[in-house]
């Protein structure tokens, strides 16, 4: 069993430097207001500092990731697919302020958790996910309003 999960770092990684890169860019953004249910906002707060944590040290139930090359090979190519989805939906939503663009830039971060909580069958990684993508996605609808 290994500690770290050096499939899930350059993940967290990708998504770290896109999420950076568009805050930067992105002078409209605004917080939700303070009328957002704090449950759910602590449900997406809580969930990605896990999911994070989950993501880098790996827990799954075989302890060495991926149990063939077969998942191995689909979780990369479908990761990679979903990044650069994340990264069009990012740079048409900062374009066109379109709100469908807004919650796909929330939805493709939370398949790529889930997916991975699935294909390394990681129970921990996959409860995280799901907490994250109900708070993230909840927290991205109310940001529009």
């Not at 999911?51 to 040290?57: A, L, N």
């Not at 191995?72 to 379109?98: A, E």
């Not at 909580?117 to 907490?131: S, V």
Request: aromatic share 16%.
């Amino acid at each position: 069993m290994q500690f770290f999960n050096f499939y899930g770092i350059p993940v967290i990684a990708a998504l770290f430097i896109i999420w950076m890169i568009f805050r930067y860019i992105d002078k409209k953004y605004k917080p939700p207001k303070d009328t957002v249910n704090r449950g759910l906002k602590a449900f997406e707060q809580i969930g990605g500092f896990a999911v994070i944590f989950c993501m880098v040290c790996g827990f799954g139930i075989q302890g060495k990731g991926f149990l063939s090359e077969t998942m191995r090979n689909f979780w990369i190519v479908s990761t990679v697919f979903l990044i650069l989805l994340h990264i069009v939906s990012c740079v048409m939503f900062y374009r066109s302020r379109n709100h469908t663009l807004h919650m796909m830039t929330a939805i493709f971060p939370s398949i790529i958790f889930i997916l991975t909580g699935l294909l390394e069958q990681d129970p921990p990684l996959l409860l995280f996910a799901i907490i994250f993508a109900i708070g993230k996605i909840y927290m991205t609808a109310k940001s529009e309003s």
